[in-house]
């Protein structure tokens, strides 16, 4: 199949975002690429990507904006319980047996994930102790998830799933509901660090003993899929978890063979030893 | 109007959307897949976001082809149908793109223009309140596979789909949407005739016919 004006234009924009800003999403996969860009596009009212390119180069704030669209800020509190429940359940009772405890985050975008992974670790107890690392590339969704807070009309669903998780408290203990809002508590967010961090251009920077990244391995190709996983590998003590999303697989990865599957239905998986 | 019996000239894969009566009108439809047809398959029923999704061993049981949910970048094989996860939206990624600043073709360039198309999935945001999104597979479906496509619409009680099935057109894909009269929900099919010509407007009983004729192997 020929290639459009709108193929050969992407990789021509991206390459230039790289230059420009030292975004890097060259990695990514092209299909949903392509329609969060033409969602740019309409947005921006440019006709063509060359058109966008133009701007970008030339009008930086246009970047930030950009940036929204590029990277997907979709989560929910506790979303997929069943995943909440098995961390609860099976990787907690292991968790338990350090004395100091580091999670990482990865892509938290704003900060759904990180909520989520702080209030079930203040439940079983271990959040004191904790450091947890919530990284991102898109700095606008990192302040928000360090501002923690969302719409009141939300946490219907987000109380929802924190019950289905195995809740050992309510959910309205984290968060104070004021004009249509909920702000979640300080308290939680002494033991995070939000960071900037890049899985597509950034080394690992600490050792873990669980990393969570959900749904964010799907917007990358392979090669960037393996960058990743070998970044979470490296990250990863000896007989580390990592958790990924309810569809995400390691089976077509060059890493599948360093991890092996814990809680195989709600893709929980454990570093294996090299 | 190309005849049912010319329908699968040239078609590499075809993609199906429905949503109110899906399940019910493909499974007059999907078990007549002959075991070993050529063609990929790709489907996306609208169901309630909170279940898990049994449709593919719901069918897998009850048709010759090999019928699975997709996964995140699987690559696609023939005589294959896919389903979309729940709460997740399916695409197909067509495959290597002109890279620049690589240094020109070379082995490594050469290794993935040998891959054919694979699955991706997303969670962006719903489109027309729906994920999986028809018009998010269908769009991308025609990208990846331009004029070798068949674009099948069948009942459903909202517009997803019908956008879906104009990109189709677009690149120059085959257009199939199930008659309004005979389909459980109308609005789908008519919205999807609205936006446009199709090349068969076909009844449940030449649907059948359709899926029946669908080749074996190239």
Known sequence: ????????????????????????????AAASLKRRLGSAMRQLSCASLSQLQDRLLHEPPLFATLLDFLTVQVS????????????????VPLLRTYASLKVWVAGCSTGEEVYSMAILLQEEG??????IYATDINATALERAQAGIYDAARIGGFTENHTRSGARSSL?????????????????????V?????????????????????????????????????????????KGFLGLGAKETLRFSAHSGA???????????????? | MSGVRQAWRNIDAAVIGASAGGVEVLSLLLPRLPAACSASFFVVVHVPRERPSLLSELFA??????????EDKEPVE????????????????????????????????????????????????PVHFSRPSIDVLFESAADAYGERLLGLILTGANEDGADGLAAVRLARGRTVVQAPRCAAAPILPEAALSRGSVDLLLSLEQLQELFASCPAGR
């Open chain 2, 78 to 125: 023939p005589g294959t149908v896919y389903f979309a996860p729940s709460d997740y939206h399916l695409l197909i990624e067509r495959g290597p793109v002109a890279e620049v600043g690589q240094g020109g073709p070379g082995p490594a360039d050469h290794s993935r223009a040998a891959r054919g198309p694979t699955l991706a999935l997303a969670s962006d945001e």
């Open chain 2, 61 to 70: 049981e009850r048709c010759a082809v090999c019928v699975k949910e997709a």
């Open chain 1, 126 to 131: 271990l959040l004191e102790r904790s450091l």
């Open chain 1, 76 to 91: 929910d509190l506790f979303r997929d319980p069943a995943y909440f429940r098995a961390l609860r359940e099976q990787v």
């Open chain 1, 172 to 192: 309205s203990d984290y968060y104070t509901a004021a004009y249509g809002k909920a702000v979640f508590d300080k308290s939680l967010k002494a033991n995070i």
């Open chain 1, 1 to 28: 199949m020929s290639n459009s004006a709108f193929d050969i234009e992407l990789p021509l924009l991206l390459e230039a975002v790289y230059l420009r800003y030292h975004y890097d999403f060259r990695g990514y």
């Open chain 1, 259 to 274: 991890f092996s599957s814990f809680v195989a239905n709600d893709r929980i998986f454990r570093k294996e030893a090299p």
């Open chain 1, 194 to 238: 939000f960071a900037d961090h890049s899985l597509s251009t950034d080394s690992a920077f600490s050792e873990v003993q669980l990393v969570s990244c959900r749904n964010v391995l799907i917007y990358f190709d392979r090669e960037l899929q393996d960058r990743a996983l070998g970044l979470f590998r490296d990250s990863l003590c000896h």
